[in-house]
C-alpha cells in the first residue's frame, strides 16, 4: 500500500481545516499518517482512518538549532514510516519537513502554502528580506524535481518566485466547506447590526481595526455591537494579549465570548462577518464559513481576503487599517438591510460554487493522482 504522509504544526490545525486531504487520501486506497504535536484533537483526525505520529516542537522558537533538531527527529519518522509522498501543510513544516525528507531520501514532496502569517502581512524592509530568504531556500535548498505547490491564492506562488499556471503549482480554494455543517440562515430581525469576528485574535486579523470601526460608528450615532470569537494562540508571540480583550469588553457594543464550537449558531445570530486582516493568509476559513451561513463580510486588499470577497458584491474589500472606512461600510449597511440582504445572498452562492469540501478534494485528488498515488 502507498503512504502518503502529513506534516502539520498542531493536531487541531489539521483536525479544523485538513480532515478532507486524509480523506482524500484513504479514498485513493492510500495510508495516510499525519505527523503533528498532538493535543487534544487525534481522536478526530484517527477517526477518519488517518493514524498520528506525535512530534513534539516549539511553535515559539525562531532558533534553528531547535528547527534543526526537529528536522533530524522527523527524518527518524520518515525513515521508518517510508512514505511515498510527505504532504508539508504551512511555512514551517515545509522548512522542517522539506529538510527532513531530504535527510530521509524521500523524492516526492508537496508544499502547501497557507499563508505567511506576519511574514507575509508586514512590508518594511526586514520582512522583505526574510521573505527572500525563505523563497531561496524552499526552493533552491529543498525543492526536488518531484515537488509540487498547494496554494490557496494566486498571489502567494509569486512570493516563492513561482508561476501560478505553472504545472508545478496548485490553487485550491481554501480547506473547503461542508454546505451541511453551515447552513444558510435568514438574517436575525432587529435594530442593531450585530458584526462577529471569528478568527484567532492576533494582531495579523486586524482585530484592533475592527474595535476601532465599531467605536467611530458608534459614535457617529449607528446602531451596532461587535461580538469577538475566539482564544489569543499563546503560541504565537503576536496574539492580542488577554488584558486587551478585557479592556475592550468593558467598552459598550463590544464583547469578547472566547473560542466557540458551534460557528453556524454565531452566524445565526449576527448580521454581518468582519476580518480586517493585515495579509499573510491563505484565504481565511473564517470567511468561507461566514459566507456558507449567508453572511456578507468586510475585509481588505490582502492576498486570500480579495480572492473570494468581490468588493460590492459579497461584502466589501477596504484598504489595510482603514478603520474609517470600515465604519463608514458598516453606517451604510445599518441603514440599508435590503443591501445587507442581497450581498449575503451572493455570499452564500458563490461559497457553493467552488469552494466546498467536495471540490477541495477533487482538486487535491487530482494532484496526487498527478504524483503517482492512486
Not at 333 to 343: E, G, T, V
Request: with cysteine; aromatic share 6%.
Amino acid at each position: 500500500m502507498r503512504k502518503l504522509l502529513f506534516v502539520v504544526t498542531e493536531d487541531w490545525f489539521f483536525a479544523s481545516h485538513f480532515l478532507p486531504m486524509a480523506r482524500v487520501g484513504l479514498k485513493l486506497g492510500l495510508d495516510v499518517v499525519v505527523v503533528t504535536r498532538v493535543r487534544d484533537h487525534a481522536e478526530i483526525i484517527e477517526a477518519t482512518g488517518a493514524r498520528v505520529v506525535a512530534l513534539e516542537a516549539e511553535r515559539r522558537s525562531t532558533n534553528p538549532l531547535h528547527a534543526l533538531d526537529t528536522a533530524r527527529r522527523l527524518a527518524a519518522i520518515l525513515r521508518r514510516e517510508r512514505p511515498d509522498v510527505v504532504h508539508c501543510i504551512s511555512l514551517k513544516p515545509i522548512l522542517v519537513g522539506g529538510l527532513a525528507a531530504r535527510l530521509a531520501g524521500v523524492k516526492r514532496t508537496v508544499f502547501a502554502l497557507t499563508g505567511l502569517g506576519f511574514l507575509g502581512a508586514r512590508q518594511d524592509g526586514t520582512a522583505r528580506l526574510a521573505r527572500r530568504i525563505v523563497r531561496t531556500v524552499v526552493r533552491w535548498g529543498l525543492e526536488t524535481a518531484g515537488t509540487h505547490y498547494l496554494f490557496e491564492n494566486r498571489d502567494d506562488p509569486r512570493l516563492l518566485g513561482l508561476d501560478p499556471a505553472s504545472p508545478q503549482v496548485t490553487i485550491v480554494n481554501g480547506a473547503g466547506i461542508d454546505p451541511a455543517r453551515y447552513p444558510a440562515s435568514p438574517l436575525p430581525e432587529g435594530e442593531t447590526l450585530r458584526l462577529a469576528l471569528v478568527a484567532r485574535l492576533l494582531w495579523s486579523k486586524g482585530v484592533d481595526t475592527a474595535v476601532e470601526a465599531v467605536r467611530l460608528a458608534r459614535s457617529n450615532g449607528t446602531n451596532v455591537e461587535l461580538d469577538l470569537y475566539g482564544s489569543p494562540d499563546p503560541s504565537n508571540p503576536k496574539a492580542v494579549p488577554l488584558e486587551t480583550l478585557h479592556d475592550w469588553s468593558r467598552e459598550p457594543g463590544l464583547r469578547w465570548y472566547g473560542p466557540t464550537g458551534d460557528i453556524a449558531s454565531v452566524w445565526r445570530e449576527h448580521d454581518l462577518a468582519i476580518l480586517p486582516s493585515r495579509g499573510g493568509e491563505g484565504l481565511p476559513r473564517t470567511l468561507l464559513e461566514s459566507a456558507a451561513c449567508g453572511r456578507a463580510a468586510l475585509t481588505t486588499d490582502v492576498p486570500g481576503c480579495r480572492d473570494f470577497v468581490r468588493d460590492g458584491e459579497d461584502g466589501y474589500v477596504l484598504p489595510v487599517g482603514d478603520a474609517a472606512g470600515f465604519a463608514a461600510r458598516i453606517e451604510e449597511l445599518a441603514q440599508d438591510r435590503a443591501r445587507l440582504s442581497a450581498m449575503s445572498e451572493s455570499a452564500a452562492a458563490r461559497v457553493r460554487s467552488g469552494y466546498t469540501e467536495e471540490d477541495v478534494m477533487a482538486t487535491v485528488a487530482a494532484l496526487y493522482r498527478r504524483m503517482g498515488l492512486g
